[in-house]
């Protein structure tokens, strides 16, 4: 688990300073009409992201979502070549072999690539938002590697909304649970049947 809280260190050579300005350019580069295709800007989170990826290795694998452009420069990948990508229209779907850098744009794609990884020794960070946190193949690949004891680590990034909506309102925020002993097996009575 990563403490939030504490001093904040720079993550390589790059600061929160670095960040944000990367960030705007790319808003402004958008808003002139120099990217054509979709742009997801982060902003907020770089006090966190900078903490977090004091414990990311170059060895590492990062797994990002659409909104991958801190993720990426953190991990190590040059401003030049990112901007190159984004400007091409890849925002969404940066990857990188050489960095162990990989983004999708669908929502909780990389979860189960991410997985598969880790299945393989490799030491992985996953990064969804709080609307793939919420879903069903997120608690899948969770469950899995933790049965499993694999080397990932899953960071939800939370800043409450889905798409558009509060993800509260969108998952709602109310669970209803009660524990009870299971008389019978998963399946049939608990007797061989011939049928």
């Not at 990826?53 to 797994?63: E, L, N, Y």
């Not at 189960?112 to 193949?137: L, Q």
């Not at 608690?139 to 558009?164: M, R």
Request: hydrophobic letters at 40%; proline letters at 3%.
């Amino acid at each position: 688990m990563i403490e939030k809280g504490g001093d904040v260190k720079e993550a390589g050579d790059l600061t929160k300073e670095d960040l944000v300005a990367f960030e705007v350019e790319m808003a402004q580069l958008f808003e002139a009409a120099q990217i054509h295709a979709p742009v997801h800007l982060s902003g907020g989170n770089e006090d966190d992201l900078i903490r977090i990826f004091q414990h990311v290795k170059p060895t590492d694998w990062v797994f990002s979502t659409h909104r991958s452009h801190y993720h990426a420069l953190l991990k190590g990948i040059s401003k030049e070549w990112l901007k190159a990508e984004i400007l091409a229209g890849h925002s969404i779907t940066l990857n990188n072999r050489e960095h162990k850098f990989f983004s999708s744009a669908i929502v909780g794609g990389i979860l189960p690539i991410a997985v598969g990884v880790a299945m393989t020794g490799e030491t992985t960070w996953c990064f969804v938002g709080d609307m793939a946190g919420s879903g069903g193949i997120f608690f899948e690949c969770y469950k899995y590697a933790i049965g499993h004891d694999l080397p990932i680590t899953f960071v939800i990034e939370d800043n409450g909304w889905s798409v558009n909506s509060p993800t509260k309102e969108v998952w709602g925020s109310k669970l209803s649970s009660y524990e009870y002993l299971r008389q019978y097996p998963h399946v049939g009575s608990g007797k061989w049947v011939t049928f």
